[in-house]
């Protein structure tokens, strides 16, 4: 069985680009749900990607945008860069959708924005 | 607002002793949580869930409990051993969406 993979592992960015984050989940697992975890602090709610649609979005501004593709594997785009978007995004892949579920994580992309 | 917090940031012990790890809920409407483990350069690893309709679950050297009088959860770690230094963190899994994490507990264990 294939555990959930992200990349690139490490990416530097300067203020106002625009950045593409990668993840395959794990095998038979359908739903993708991505997260940002500052230093120090516990992961925080992105969005959550169930057949191709975005089923669920937390307090992130439109920038952060994503897509979900038929093989259940996902991107995280963001755009205009800002320095506070320096983090560590996580990408969890589960099967179940509704009633919760174990949500299996990548090892994550290390973003710095300059 | 909602949130899942942990009492203490860090806890320090002994190898071969029980660790205790603490975590308030604010949602009384919350129904499944979740423990996980961060070790460095890792994403979370899932150690242990419950869900409201159970006080206690067992998983090998873990358990967890859950008052729901008090909204409060707790991981405790049996033997606990160099290995099991890590970042900590209770979640609450949110309509089967979000997961919703506290600021954890940072782990440290002494041989």
């Known amino acids: 069985e294939t555990g959930v993979t992200q990349s690139p592992t490490h990416l530097i960015k300067t203020r106002g680009q625009q950045v593409t984050l990668r993840c395959s989940s794990q095998s038979g697992h359908n739903t993708v749900s991505w997260y940002q975890q500052a230093l120090g602090q516990g992961p925080q709610f992105i969005f959550q990607?169930?057949?191709?649609?975005?089923?669920g979005r937390g307090n992130f501004p439109p920038r952060f945008s994503g897509l979900q593709f038929p093989n259940y594997s996902s991107e995280l785009n963001v755009n205009a860069l800002e320095l506070d978007d320096s983090a560590l995004y996580l990408c969890?892949?589960?099967?179940?959708?509704?009633?919760?579920?174990?949500?299996?994580f990548g090892p994550g992309t290390r973003l710095t924005v300059l | 607002g909602e949130s899942v917090g942990l009492h203490l940031p860090t806890l320090s012990v002994q190898e071969g002793d029980n660790s205790i790890i603490n975590c308030a809920y604010s949602?009384?409407?919350?129904?499944?949580f979740i423990w996980y483990k961060q070790e460095s350069g890792k994403g979370p690893q899932f150690i242990i869930d419950?869900?409201?309709?159970?006080d206690k679950r067992q998983g090998q050297r873990v358990t967890v409990l859950l008052n729901k009088t008090v909204k409060h959860l707790s991981l405790q770690i049996a033997a606990t051993q160099p290995g099991d230094s890590a970042v900590y963190f209770c979640a609450e899994n949110q309509a089967g969406t979000a997961l919703i994490f506290g600021k954890g507990t940072t782990l440290s264990v002494s041989s």
């Open positions: 990607y169930y057949r191709e649609e975005e089923n």
């Open positions: 419950i869900r409201s309709n159970m």
């Open positions: 949602n009384s409407a919350s129904d499944y």
């Open positions: 969890a892949s589960s099967l179940v959708l509704a009633g919760g579920g174990e949500q299996f």
